[in-house]
């Protein structure tokens, strides 16, 4: 870990629980000495220009995929025991625990909660379809599917706490939900942020079905993605564990593959050895599984082989569901920095999954 101290220059934009600021400082690497921060406001309170601020920028210096922005630990206080932040919670659950943004909150299932009886009873979600992503850009191209097809249906994410564990990060996040595109935010585990908190992926399951009433759920992580280049050191992992989660509160489990043509990583050419390990070691549960229209026909030789040899086509219901490109809701995605034009392949694969869950939406 890298923290500096730097001073803040510019508040270029903010927005709901975020801010984006540039710093200066000549503790940073590299001759420029200003930078782009994050600013989590409803962790840290908000800054002014001139404050002095404490910035963890060890991303930014290596260079990594969740770089792109150092981030704000601290803003010194100006005058002795003035209190910089307190937003006056009693909420005594909490999350990011036992580090220094420990933040107490209200968990939809907390003693205290007006919906503890109702999630203390719960067990099932009756049938929910609910559709398991690997990366927070799936959850967008799955819920255009599914809003073409069903406009009406209330939608919530389970946002997960393997990715980003703040879900103001996620601009897309921000455009959806004010498009109604995805109509609530649930964040589980040490995940913080969403319209909804909950311990853990079973209670933001039953919450979505009990307490928000909705039609159908995407669960997924948020944004940022590890991997090791080993067989089970990723984070694809997780599709098996929600499918394990759907099916044994008696939901509809439903896949959504990761294939590509244009990852120039031989791993992820084809479907991912992500989807293929999630779903052939770790989920316990029969999913449905939607294959995309593919044209190409080396590429569709493939991927049937991939999921042939992996064992996947007998353990799970697999559907071929064509996956014309959906209404966009004004919301135009990127997966890992390549649009639609780059990576057709997958973006149907996600738009396939959507059009499979919408068929499960009952009415």
Not at 87 to 99: A, C, F, H, P, W
Not at 122 to 133: E, F, K, L, N, R
Not at 195 to 204: A, H, L, R, S
């Amino acid at each position: 870990m890298r923290l500096v101290w730097g001073i803040v220059k510019e508040i270029y934009h903010q927005e709901d629980d975020i801010a984006y600021i540039a710093v200066q400082s000549a503790g940073f690497s590299g001759e420029n000495h200003l930078r782009p921060a994050l600013l989590y406001t409803q962790l840290l309170g908000m800054c002014k220009p001139g404050d002095k601020v404490l910035v963890n920028c060890t991303a930014l210096d290596l260079r990594l995929g969740t770089g792109g922005y150092d981030f704000v630990l601290a803003i010194q206080n100006t005058k002795e025991n003035q209190v910089l932040f307190d937003n006056q919670k009693l909420d005594n659950s909490m999350k990011l625990r036992y580090t220094p943004l420990q933040s107490n909150t209200a968990l939809l299932e907390d003693e205290a909660s007006f919906y503890h009886e109702l999630l203390a009873e719960a067990d099932s979600i009756s049938g929910m379809p609910v559709v398991a992503c690997e990366l927070h850009s799936q959850v967008f191209l799955v819920a255009q599917a599914i809003k073409t097809q069903k406009p009406q249906a209330k939608l919530a994410y389970i946002y997960t706490d393997q990715g980003a564990l703040l879900a103001s990060i996620s601009k897309n996040l921000r455009q959806a939900q004010k498009q109604k595109l995805i109509d609530w935010t649930i964040t589980a585990g040490q995940a913080l942020g969403g319209d909804f908190e909950v311990q853990n992926i079973y209670t933001g399951l039953l919450a979505a079905k009990h307490v928000l009433q909705a039609d159908l759920a995407i669960i997924a992580i948020g944004p940022g993605i590890s991997g090791t280049a080993t067989k089970f050191g990723h984070g694809g992992v997780l599709v098996g564990e929600y499918v394990n989660a759907t099916a044994s509160l008696g939901g509809i489990p439903i896949a959504c593959l990761r294939i590509s043509e244009a990852d120039k990583r031989r791993r992820h050419q084809g479907v991912s050895h992500h989807s293929l390990v999630a779903l052939s070691h770790i989920a316990l549960a029969c999913s449905h599984i939607a294959i995309p229209e593919i044209k190409d026909e080396q590429v569709k030789e493939k991927v049937f082989a991939q999921l042939d040899e992996s064992g996947i086509l007998a353990k799970h219901i697999c559907h071929e569901f064509a996956s014309t490109k959906p209404d966009s809701f004004g919301l135009e995605v990127l997966s890992m920095g390549r649009p639609y034009s780059a990576d057709p392949v997958f973006f149907e694969a996600s738009y396939a999954a959507g059009y499979l869950a919408a068929s499960f939406i009952r009415a």
